[in-house]
């Protein structure tokens, strides 16, 4: 099976802070790696995509990704009651029929003012 | 330009009962899928399509069947609803791997 695991949390931060949100990976076919941002009863929407390994980083959003560890992360900087949702993260393998992503369970992020 | 637009929002369906879920994407994308999201858990894919007249087999597809007709349209049909069917269900579609999901319709099987 392939498997996503990510911390359900929820997790709690005061605005401003930076918040590190995760997700481990068994499958090493895994190629392409996607942050979602899924707001109470809506459809997640794309935050970061990545390929392969390395840094990317939009605005104060910073996403990594660690082949070698099968961990990608997902960095908020000056975080913003707004930025409170369900993070998801998804993944895809090389080759694979775009759009067939499997996902994490999706952290819960509050921030509060 | 309204996306991807799903209907109904809200269902209850007895046990036994079919309906069918239906997906229209605005963008000409040849790509579209039916995921479903039960509590506390990510989104798992039920069918996909790559283009008009060409579905396939998701990681969950029992209990389900779909069509594609047209490049627009995206219709996910439930055959004799089970409590297990007890989800929401997002429509996505897409061009590469920027993927636009729809705001969802939330079912339960009573």
């Known amino acids: 099976q392939k498997e996503v695991e990510q911390d359900p949390g929820p997790l709690s931060v005061p605005e401003g802070a930076i918040v590190s949100l995760n997700c481990t990976y068994s499958?090493?076919?895994?190629?392409?790696f996607m942050w979602y941002r899924q707001y109470s009863r809506k459809g997640p929407e794309l935050l970061m995509y990545t390929y392969s390994s390395g840094n990317k980083e939009d605005g104060r959003f910073t996403a990594q990704v660690d082949k070698s560890s099968k961990y990608i992360s997902l960095f908020i900087r000056d975080s913003q009651p707004s930025d409170s949702a369900t993070y998801l993260c998804a993944m895809s393998e090389r080759g694979s029929t775009l759009g067939r992503l499997y996902f994490g369970r999706g952290t819960q992020l509050t921030v509060w003012p | 330009n309204a996306g991807v637009t799903q209907t109904p929002k809200f269902r209850i369906l007895k046990i036994g009962q079919s309906m069918t879920l239906q997906c229209t994407q605005d963008m000409n994308h040849n790509y579209m899928y039916w995921y479903r999201q039960d509590p506390g858990m990510g989104l798992k894919l039920i069918y996909y399509?790559?283009?008009?007249?060409?579905?396939d087999k998701g990681e969950v597809p029992n209990g389900y069947n779909v069509s594609r007709s047209t490049t627009e349209d995206f219709p996910l049909r439930l055959e004799l609803a089970a409590p297990s069917q007890t989800s929401v269900y997002f429509c996505a579609s897409s061009y590469s791997y920027t993927i636009y999901f729809g705001e969802g319709s939330w079912l339960t099987v009573v």
């Open positions: 499958n090493s076919a895994f190629q392409y």
């Open positions: 399509s790559v283009g008009a007249g060409i579905t």
